[in-house]
């Protein structure tokens, strides 16, 4: 099984193929992913969080490709699964 199969675990270190792409935390709030960080538009102007702490990780709820469910979580304690869309296995020569 591996980071493009369906229901498999993501860690954070595996975040890193998902750069760029939108994040929906447990409260509501969207961030773009910019790893190692995540950053969020606010009014005063963009917060960046550091995905690699736990807690920041813990509220990540789902992982979006344009209109494409990559990843969700479905309760608070459940692992961030990938849903098998949204990202191509690209081999290189």
């Keep these: 099984m591996d980071l493009y199969s369906k229901n498999f675990a ?3 270190r595996q975040l890193r193929k998902f750069n760029n792409l939108k994040v929906i935390f447990m409260d509501g709030t969207q961030g773009k ?4 960080y995540v950053s969020i538009r ?3 102007g963009y917060e960046h969080l550091n995905l690699e702490n ?3 990780f813990q509220e990540v709820k789902r992982i979006e490709n344009g209109r494409v469910l990559v990843a969700e979580r479905r ?3 459940a692992p961030l699964l ?3 869309r949204g990202i191509k296995n690209f081999r290189g020569k």
């Design 10 to 12: 993501l860690t954070k």
């Design 82 to 84: 990938t849903t098998g």
């Design 75 to 77: 309760t608070p304690k």
């Design 33 to 36: 992913i910019l790893y190692p």
């Design 42 to 44: 606010r009014r005063q």
């Design 54 to 56: 736990d807690r920041v």
